[in-house]
């Protein structure tokens, strides 16, 4: 079948590619883009790690088809930080607060953070929990996580810093 | 000497900001010019033998370079019990026969991944199917058929623990009690799906990038399988998400990657799907288990008999190590006159089971602690005050085994008693919801030397520069865990410099000292930690001369190592920086730079471990009677992780656990066919705790001194992984009266017991 | 492990969409989400040559509601828009519900309510509350529109009635009247990323006396499809029901279900469950209704 030509606007970067279209968005993004930060961990959608925002929402780009993501906002955990010096406060309190350690989830965590966050800058802790429960974590038993997360909305709400 | 103030600090880790920006490398993320794709074949069916092979038609498909089965390979058997030859029962390729579904027959590479896969569609096998095996029972039962012809009976490891007078002790019990429990198969269920990256070298050299916890025995069954000096193998990793005793091996991918990179020439890759890992991958031993026990009627312990199958699956994998530890841990928490184990471990056509985090402790806790509450209950004592009047102690003294050396065990049970509200609570018991307990003892590394290496145990090098910075090379392995943020702790309170000083060269075999068995068994902060201390201590002996001379001091003196200063004791103001220190020590030796190694090996520590930690824990739960549901809703823990160097480390491996130890109780479970087919290949129906299913934690540090530990610190790994299943089916047990024998608990064995459903 | 191949179609309208449809009905899908069909593709279970794309049409995610003439569901709207939508929520609170716990909220901002119905699982989460709400789909082919009542829709497990050429537009849920109440719940053993081993729904209407005017109950993980229960809901109107009759009237619902053993559960346990998730269901149901909520 003919590959396609799309436009893929990852965070805030345009690329020309030409895809066949049985191509997922994760595998684009990791093999063509380079874009590794994005991790593979079921393939299913179960798992959480692939996830990616379109459009400002979080969706499985293991499940995305890159053609179906032609000219859509996307945003990777590569895009969220200024500079390395300069991380998203969902990044800074992710490592402060000890909610890292094998870091595999940690990508699809964080922008499953975001996409809660954006929707609902003052979530309860169930609301979190909520929040969390399509990203899978086998480190952390996930409290840390929680507690990062209810650090960074206070954070963001006092700087008034949009997520 | 007081603790140097990083010690105990929660210090993030440093690789986070790395993994939080999606910067942080997995073996997965690397690439290669030229890179091939590789995939395998498995089989099918779980016990057959191999009638063809025929890859003319895989070979001949245009972008595939290589195909190979299990005659094109060296027909050397691997498997980490280099000790006993004969354990070693494993082939990256399947000859001649298969024993499991899953069993690797075949493996291909091609210029990219869906060219491999239908390659492999491609090769024609043709199987004699035979009898399938599938619990210890059949396979041990009169005339089964065998899994391998080398093990009679299917019993691969007989391990006997034998001390006291047992009939004698029974003879004398007041209360005597047998049970029988089951226990379940789970998954690690890393996130990261194991992966491999190799790339020949010059000459028959190969470099191996895997997802590991353990390099260096990879390095070494690899070159013995490969039929290549050991230095001609290199294997590496970058970061490795997670592990949990799932990649400790030598593994089919790895050797085939290398096999055909060698072939071939180019670089070969393999990534295994998250399928593959739940169906075909290790997993913790499913038991059977026997244990009958004898009490005074004031409850003391006097005897304990306790035997053990182990359902091994196809190969022997860690298991051996298993059916040690499973014994230990059957009698480790409490004093017993007498003690009788008998652990076999068994073959069955099932995926082969391994370590994982506990390595057999988990299960021999689930039935020995279980059965502690059903003792407590019969004899009408608190099952905290029971578990008080038979617990270890520091000097206590497990014959054969060890000698306890630091043990918190009795403050562990006083304090979770407290914070857990224990005596009120039971006091005012409430409908649908109930307390239990559990409680641990585990490991800090193991001295048993199954692996046969000749080298230490660990080992690290520390350099010094001019400009005051260090840097450690060390072949330890940080999965997630933490290491290469402790062990830099470690370094940094040694040397007296802040941690971002430290560079660390981690984990390639090729570069770092010689060796580091890997991480299992709770081993790397204390042997590391002591190689380190070692390594730091012979740099010190290089830098103290220059303070005596340059400062004309007293021999007396005692020259401390603080604040980026080495100076007097007993006179702070009397020193110099560190950097100007090593800029001086470096002057008198003719451009050598300055650098040590240390090492440790433990000797002289019994034949288990050189340290022991213990604890204790409480569930809280509230079952729905109407559907059986069970919510854990609290977990109160005590422990004794010596000192623990840092905080936040520890806790998060008290959180991990607890949420592995949930999922073990409650929800995780690998449901197979009686083809041997594992049914749950997705996350979807493999079912692990979320967010939503991990109830709060409130946990006290129990701090002992382990003289043997760095700055006394012990294990905080494993142990932990322990006592939540036996917790919570005490408290499931208290809430409804159903009382778990045989794992997991589901609600409907909750409802079956409350009568409501026949 | 990539895809087979095939093309993939991205018209703007629904016209368009018919059109491809029926251009390429022997191996055409349509592709919305794409969180159950690229699955069941990776699987091999499905091999389309052709996947027609609702993502760019315009107008088919509108959810909207009218006093009177109660929900209209976009085709292509998203099972987290429903779940979020402020009317679906006042109004049909077992819908919401099931719109905000299934599946992941990556999975629910992808997946729509209309492919959760086609793709007919027995589970299908929306399909209970749905049924029990009362709802029809409208769907389209190049010929015209048809309305089917969701009670005809499913004729098996991953079978409807919708033809090849044909689409869902729109779902419509009737207006609930004053003294209604309506609930789903369902169960599994982990909070979420599960499928549910038994789903209840339930939708009870009462006259100003307080008898059941009308009621609805529909189950789902416990048959071939999602299904009613007539033999309950028989049982309830007509009259102000107490403990007992809910009983008897949730043990009916037993007897509609034809549960299976699976991973998931046992058939065993499900029986005891749509017996116990009935009467809960029932329970709450009335007492929003008596409590005068619409």
């Known amino acids: 079948m003919a590959k396609q030509n799309i436009e893929l606007i990852v965070n805030g970067d345009r690329y020309q590619l030409t895809v066949e279209p049985s191509r997922m968005l994760v595998d684009v993004l990791r093999e063509d883009l380079g874009l590794t930060g994005t991790k593979i961990g079921c393939a299913q959608g179960d798992c959480g790690a692939c996830t990616v925002l379109m459009d400002g929402v979080s969706v499985s780009s293991c499940l995305t088809l890159a053609v179906e993501a032609h000219q859509r906002d996307i945003t990777t955990i590569e895009g969220l930080a200024a500079s390395p010096q300069d991380l998203h406060p969902l990044q800074e309190a992710f490592v402060q607060h000890g909610a890292v350690q094998c870091g595999y989830c940690s990508p699809g965590m964080i922008l499953s953070a975001k996409h809660l966050l954006d929707h609902n800058p003052k979530p309860s802790e169930e609301e979190i929990r909520q929040g969390l429960s399509g990203n899978l974590c086998r480190c952390t038993g996930y409290n840390k996580i929680v507690e990062a997360i209810g650090d960074a909305a206070e954070k963001m709400a006092a700087s008034g810093k949009e997520g | 000497m007081k603790t140097p103030s990083i010690i105990g600090q929660s210090i993030p880790r440093l690789d986070g900001p790395a993994k939080v920006t999606g910067r942080a490398l997995y073996t997965n993320d690397l690439s290669l010019p030229g890179m091939l794709y590789g995939k395998l074949l498995r089989s099918p069916l779980a016990h057959a033998k191999i009638t063809r092979i025929d890859v003319s038609r895989a070979k001949a498909l245009p972008g595939v370079k290589d195909v190979i089965t299990g005659a094109d390979i060296p027909q050397v058997k691997y498997g980490n019990w280099r000790l006993v030859p004969q354990s070693q029962d494993e082939m990256a390729l399947a000859v001649d026969k298969v024993r499991f579904v899953g069993d690797e027959v075949a493996a291909v590479c091609a210029i990219d991944a869906d060219t491999a896969q239908r390659a492999l569609e491609l090769i024609e096998v043709e199987y004699e199917e035979l009898p399938v095996i599938l619990s210890v029972e059949e396979a041990t039962a009169e005339g089964a058929a065998l899994v391998h012809d080398e093990s009679e009976g299917n019993v691969s490891l007989v391990r006997k623990i034998d001390y006291g007078d047992l009939e004698a002790m029974f003879a004398k019990a007041d ?204 004899l009408g004592i608190d099952p905290i005050d029971l578990r008080l009047m038979n617990a270890m102690q ?52 193991g001295v048993f030397n199954w692996f046969n290496t000749k080298y230490n145990f660990s080992a690290a090098e520390v350099k010094v520069f001019e400009d005051g910075t260090a840097q450690l090379a060390t072949m330890a392995c940080d999965i997630g865990q933490g290491p290469d943020t402790v062990l830099r702790q470690i370094l940094a309170a040694e040397l007296g410099i802040p ?80 950097a100007e220190c090593v800029y001086k020590a470096l002057r008198g030796r003719e451009g050598e730079p300055l650098t040590a190694r240390g090492y440790y090996t433990p000797r002289n520590k019994g034949l288990v471990s050189p340290a022991f930690s213990f604890g204790a824990q409480v569930a809280e739960v509230e079952v729905d009677t109407g559907t059986g549901l069970i919510r854990v809703e609290k977990m109160y823990t005590a422990h004794d992780c010596g000192v623990p160097i840092n905080k936040m480390s520890v806790e998060g491996q008290l959180e991990g656990a607890i949420q592995m130890g949930l999922g073990y109780a409650l929800m995780e479970n690998l449901i197979m066919d009686d083809k041997g087919r594992t049914l749950n290949t997705t996350f979807l129906d493999y079912k692990m705790p979320t967010a939503e299913d991990m109830p709060p934690g409130e946990s006290a540090d129990v701090i002992t001194y382990e003289p043997e530990g760095p700055y006394g610190a012990k294990e905080a790994g494993e142990g932990l992984a322990i006592p939540t299943a036996p917790a919570i089916t005490h408290a499931v047990h208290q809430a409804t009266g159903y009382r778990c024998m045989e794992t997991p608990i589901t609600p409907e064995k909750v409802l079956r017991a409350l009568g409501k459903i026949k | 492990m990539a895809l087979p191949n095939f ?34 593709m990776r699987s091999g279970a499905q091999a389309p040559e052709h996947l027609v794309s609702l993502n760019r049409v315009a107008g088919l995610k509108t959810i909207s509601y009218a006093a009177g ?25 077992g819908l919401a519900h099931a719109c905000s716990v299934m599946a ?70 009737p207006d609930p009247p004053p003294r209604t109440g309506s609930c789903y ?110």
């Open chain 3, 7 to 40: 093309q993939v179609h991205q018209p703007k309208t629904v016209e368009e969409v018919l059109d491809l449809l029926g251009r390429h009905r022997s191996s055409v899908k349509l592709l919305c989400g794409g969180t159950d069909l690229l699955i069941k």
């Open chain 2, 394 to 445: 520091t000097g206590d003294v497990i014959p054969d085994v060890a000698t306890i050396s630091s043990c918190g065990f009795k403050e562990s049970l006083e304090k979770v008693r407290q914070i857990s509200g224990w005596d009120e609570k039971r006091g005012n018991p409430k409908p649908g919801k109930g307390l239990g307990i559990g409680c641990f003892s585990f490991i800090s590394g």
């Open chain 3, 69 to 93: 003439d109660g929900l209209v569901i976009g085709g292509a709207a998203r099972i987290s828009q429903v779940g979020k939508n402020p009317d679906v929520q006042r109004l049909y609170p």
């Open chain 2, 499 to 578: 941690i971002d000083k430290i560079r660390l060269i981690s984990m390639d075999t090729a570069t770092t000292p010689k060796a580091d068995l890997g991480t299992w068994g709770s081993r790397v902060t204390l042997m590391n930690g002591n190689a380190i201390i070692e390594a730091a201590g012979k740099i010190k002996d290089m830098l103290r001369p220059v303070l005596f001379s340059e400062l004309d001091l007293n021999q007396i003196h005692d020259v401390a190592f603080e604040d980026e200063r080495v100076f007097v004791r007993a006179n702070p103001k009397k020193g110099m920086g560190f």
């Open chain 3, 185 to 294: 719940l369902r169960l599994s053993a982990r909070s979420k990323v599960d499928i549910a081993a038994v789903g209840v729904a339930g939708f009870i209407n009462l006259d100003l006396s307080g008898k059941v005017i009308r009621c609805r109950l529909a189950l789902g993980s416990v048959a071939p499809t999602p299904v009613r229960c007539p033999e309950a809901e028989a049982m309830l109107e007509g009259q102000d029901p107490g403990p007992e009759l809910i009983a008897r009237a949730a043990a009916a619902c037993v007897r509609t279900s034809r549960p299976i053993d699976d991973l998931r559960a046992t058939a065993s346990y499900r029986r005891a469950m749509v017996q116990e998730l009935a009467q809960r269901v029932l329970t709450q149901s009335l007492a929003m209704a008596r409590g005068g909520g619409s």
């Open chain 3, 104 to 173: 992941t909220v990556q999975i629910r901002n992808m997946g729509t309510v209309a492919g959760n119905l086609v793709n007919a699982a027995p589970s299908a989460d929306t399909a209970a509350p749905l049924l029990a709400y009362g709802a029809s789909l409208v769907a389209v082919e190049r010929g015209g529109r048809r309305q089917i009542k969701l009670t005809d829709f499913f004729t098996g497990p991953g079978l409807t009635v919708l033809e090849p050429g044909e689409m869902v537009e729109a779902i419509r849920v």
């Open chain 2, 175 to 378: 209360y005597i009690r047998e049970d029988t429990f089951k226990v379940h198969p789970v998954q690690h269920a890393y996130m990261e799906p194991c992966s491999c990256l190799a790339a020949s070298e010059e000459g028959d050299r190969v470099s191996l990038w895997t997802s590991t916890q353990t390099p260096y025995i990879v390095q070494c069954l690899l070159a013995s399988t490969l039929g290549l000096p050991e230095n001609n193998v290199r294997v590496m990793k970058v970061q490795v998400g997670g592990g949990f005793g799932g990649k400790m091996e030598l593994r089919p991918w790895e050797f085939c990657a290398s096999f055909m990179s060698l072939r071939t020439g180019r670089p070969v890759k393999f990534t295994l799907t998250r399928a593959d890992e739940l169906a075909f991958g290790r997993r913790r031993h499913a038991m059977s288990i026997y244990s009958k026990v004898g009490f005074s009627k004031d409850g003391k312990l006097l005897a304990k008999d306790f035997q053990v199958m182990l359902d091994g699956g196809a190969y022997n994998a860690m298991g051996p190590t298993a059916t040690f530890l499973c014994g230990t841990f059957g009698n480790m928490l409490y004093n017993y006159p007498a003690y009788r184990y008998f652990g076999r471990h068994v073959y069955t056509n099932k995926p082969p089971a391994s370590a994982m985090r506990g390595f057999g402790a988990p299960q021999a806790a689930f039935a020995a602690e279980t059965q502690m509450n059903m003792v407590a209950e019969e």
